[in-house]
């Protein structure tokens, strides 16, 4: 293959989007969860789910740090890289993108400010609030992302104006309906990453025989709202494939392994695609459920590949393959879940070692679930950019040498491998040392800013008792 | 409307020089002493407010490509390089605040990250207003001056200038927020610091007299432009005097005085022109449907809202950072 400018750019625009997600997903959910847990306090006046939330508010500030280092970048990198879509599309992303950080920087650092210094400031309920507040600014950073995103996916609202997406019905951007079920699909992917994570990591303390308490709520509120959430996110994902099937036919024909028009169509479960030979190798298919799947009846016919020039088709094997990885942890989250839910109602759960394990080994599965979603969507949505009106090709900056992107790419993964390798070992450490002992007394340079300074070193005692961090030299005054 | 959001971008853009100047200057100034105690109360000096000063470079980055997406498109892209290793410079030192405390035997790297970081950052920035002053290559709205089309000797000197001009607001501040041997230190530095300010100012100057830039055309047509350097000029002697006699308040103000007097320079002199003498403000705009979308919302309401909440977060942070005893 040429390693040319727009290779090397749309794997630079892979790579830093790809670890960048991993941050917002998880942190969108946790701030729901940790709202969730905040009102249980307030309801129930249990001093275990504060201390619960205590310790994932800082875990919350270190993942939520690294998500807006990394965001930093995505900003820039349609200037830099991709300059024909920015003059392009500049009209109508440029200000949802610019709501998105508006709103989000707003929200965020106000109340993300009350949530470090304000417990004993304000009265329970505005903390409440407040903690609710910050869960709607990641929320809201979430939605105008996925309105930028959807609009690229299946534009609307808009007209060609010297060379420019020019917006002429902006109600109609904000609620076309990609956008609503898209919206939903990832907001659930981020809570079932929060649920998950936190079942885990009560399970690794279950398991290790600590924090018993605290362990026992986190398994089980994470395994319950698990255990809802997976089936409703099923839904959506069947939802967002209708959208696909409606508006995208030649990626839901490669989603589905689909080479030639069938009526009606069987399913491709599992097959190695061969784009050479247009055909799939080892099929695995079931008869008539590729028409149920695609249009919810027993005849219908259903498109292939074959039917678009090669120019327009997608690069199968990613879809189609990311697509499977993604509905598999699906099923996998559901089992789980399902079976755990089942074993705390009957009271169990810290018996059976064997679900522990599983539980505690399944952190990584959401993660999986919702980069290999986004694969599927973006690497589905090529050879084009803006869908149907802006190929990949045609918008990538025109003067870029390769020479250029590949100082760029390598400065970029070296300086995200640096700073990722700390920030995930100090967010182990964190979770290492558990919820002991951790109300915390904040360091008074700790700022809504700087939400990572909470967790200033943590040094665990033999007791597994982790002393509050206070920085000894420096004070505001 | 197009008004509006020029102003609102260079308000953006003339805070994020303001703030994130003073505390990348600080960063540099970190690379100077290796005494632990005076590190740590550099650092606390700028730890509460840097995020929230970085923050003003993102706002500036999405405004303009929201009602300016031309001069986003090719700025950023003729600038790749530039912009590559001024954002990978900012990213370091950022994280070197919430790194550097959390380690003991690492805690170099962080150092390093922190000084180079703010160093590399604040040259990058000079450098990119340099290229632009002389005047980027650009033929019918796209850049044609290749990989290194910015890189030129003034860029070069310009790239020094800003950093000199950081260090000297960074030490403002230091003068301000801190006590002891960081302050005195800083007292000590600001004369050396604006001795080589004033050096590179005469020799852009001579630069530009000699190269006949189009700048220079500029000022004789528009005279009043001469109000701005009076300005600076006097803020440099109000300056001077209260180095002299100790008072640690007006430094900071003189200094940020003397800056944005320079950011009017620019923005007077080039107007209309965004980039220089190729786009215009006017044919940068976006269409009036993108501007009044994001005037009705965002404009009206929580652009007000993030300047009310920067002048919080500096009430509630003002006053000398103290350092105490080692534990």
């Given amino acids: ?477 | 409307m197009v008004i509006f959001w020029v102003s609102v971008l260079a308000l953006s853009i003339l805070l994020y020089v303001l703030l994130d100047g003073f505390d990348l200057g600080v960063g540099v100034l970190f690379g100077l002493t290796r005494d632990e105690h005076r590190r740590r109360a550099m650092m606390g000096s700028v730890a509460p407010v840097w995020d929230g000063n970085e923050t003003w470079l993102v706002v500036a980055g999405v405004v303009l490509w929201g009602a300016f997406p031309v001069v986003y498109a090719s700025l950023f892209s003729a600038l790749y390089l530039p912009l590559l290793l001024m954002l990978a410079g900012l990213i370091l030192r950022g994280v070197a605040f919430e790194f550097r405390g959390k380690t003991r035997r690492l805690r170099w790297v962080w150092d390093a990250a922190f000084s180079g970081g703010s160093l590399v950052a604040a040259f990058m920035q000079g450098m990119m207003v340099g290229a632009l002053v002389e005047g980027l290559p650009i033929s019918h709205g796209e850049y044609s001056g290749g990989e290194f089309g910015w890189l030129s000797p003034f860029a070069v000197i310009c790239g020094v200038g800003l950093s000199l001009g950081y260090t000297l607001l960074g030490a403002c501040w230091l003068i301000r927020k801190c006590d002891a041997e960081v302050r005195a230190s800083a007292y000590r530095l600001i004369p050396y610091l604006s001795l080589a300010l004033l050096v590179f100012l005469i020799v852009v100057f001579v630069y530009a007299l000699s190269e006949d830039l189009q700048v220079m055309r500029r000022w004789l047509e528009r005279p009043y432009l001469f109000a701005f350097p009076l300005v600076a000029a006097a803020a440099a002697i109000v300056l001077a005097a209260s180095i002299r006699r100790r008072r640690d308040g007006p430094p900071f103000y003189m200094g940020a005085l003397v800056f944005a007097a320079a950011f009017g320079t620019f923005a007077i002199t080039f107007w209309p022109y965004m980039i220089p003498f190729s786009i215009t403000v006017d044919q940068a705009a976006a269409p009036h449907t993108s501007l009044a979308f994001m005037f009705w919302g965002e404009g009206l309401f929580v652009f007000p809202l993030m300047l009310i909440y920067t002048a919080i977060t500096y009430r509630v942070f003002r006053g000398k950072v103290q350092s105490t005893s080692h534990h």
């Fill in chain 1, 1 to 477: 293959m040429n390693i040319t400018a727009l290779l090397l750019s749309r794997l630079q625009f892979a790579f830093t989007i790809s670890f960048h997600i991993i941050f917002p997903s998880f942190t969108i959910g946790l701030a729901a969860w940790l709202t969730v847990l905040e009102a249980l306090h307030l309801r129930t006046g249990r001093q275990v789910y504060r201390a619960v939330f205590e310790f994932w508010l800082k875990i919350f500030g270190v993942a939520f740090g690294l998500g807006v280092v990394s965001g930093i970048v995505m900003g820039f990198q349609f200037g830099t890289n991709w300059s024909v879509l920015a003059r392009m599309s500049g009209p109508i992303q440029g200000p949802l993108l610019s709501y998105e950080t508006f709103t989000a920087f707003y929200l965020e650092a106000s109340f993300f400010g009350i949530l470090l210094f304000g417990r004993s400031r304000v009265p329970p309920w505005f903390y409440l609030f407040s903690t609710a507040m910050v869960a709607l600014g990641t929320t809201l950073s979430a939605f105008w992302i996925m309105v930028n995103n959807s609009w690229m996916q299946a534009p609307v609202g808009y007209v060609i104006q010297n060379g420019m997406f020019v917006s002429n019905d902006w109600l109609k951007i904000l609620f076309s309906p990609v956008l609503w079920v898209r919206f939903p699909h990832m907001l659930l992917a981020s809570y079932i990453t929060g649920a998950f994570c936190v079942a885990a990591t009560g399970a690794w303390y279950a398991l290790r025989g600590v924090f018993s308490a605290e362990a026992r709520v986190m398994l089980r509120m994470g395994l319950y709202l698990a255990a809802v959430l997976v089936p409703t996110q099923i839904f959506f994902g069947h939802m967002t494939g209708d959208y696909v099937h409606d508006y995208q036919p030649v990626k839901f024909a490669a989603i589905e392994g689909r080479w030639h028009d069938e009526q009606p169509a069987s399913e491709v479960l599992l097959a190695i695609p061969d784009s050479a030979s247009e055909t799939n190798k080892y099929a695995i298919s079931v008869p008539v459920l590729g028409s149920l799947i695609g249009s919810m009846s027993l005849h219908s016919k259903e498109v292939g590949m074959t039917d678009f020039p090669r120019a327009d088709r997608p690069p199968v094997a990613i879809p189609f393959f990311a697509f499977r990885v993604m509905v598999g942890c699906g099923i996998a989250m559901l089992l789980l879940a399902w079976v755990g839910s089942y074993l705390s109602r009957k009271g169990r759960v810290e018996q059976s070692r064997l679900l522990l394990w599983l539980t505690f080994l399944s952190f990584p599965l959401p993660f999986i679930a919702t980069l290999t979603g986004w694969f599927t969507a973006e690497v589905g949505r090529q050879p084009w950019t803006v869908y149907g009106l802006l190929r990949t090709a045609d918008a990538v900056t025109p003067f870029l040498t390769a020479r250029t992107v590949l100082i760029s790419l390598i400065v970029y993964c070296a300086v995200y491998t640096f700073i990722f390798a700390f920030g995930i070992f100090y967010i182990y450490r964190l979770l290492r040392a558990g919820p002991a002992g951790s109300l915390v007394v904040h360091p008074a340079e700790a700022t809504p800013r700087r939400p990572m300074s909470i967790v200033d070193e943590p040094r665990v005692t033999s007791a597994g008792e982790v002393p509050t961090a206070v920085h000894p030299l420096i004070r505001v005054q």
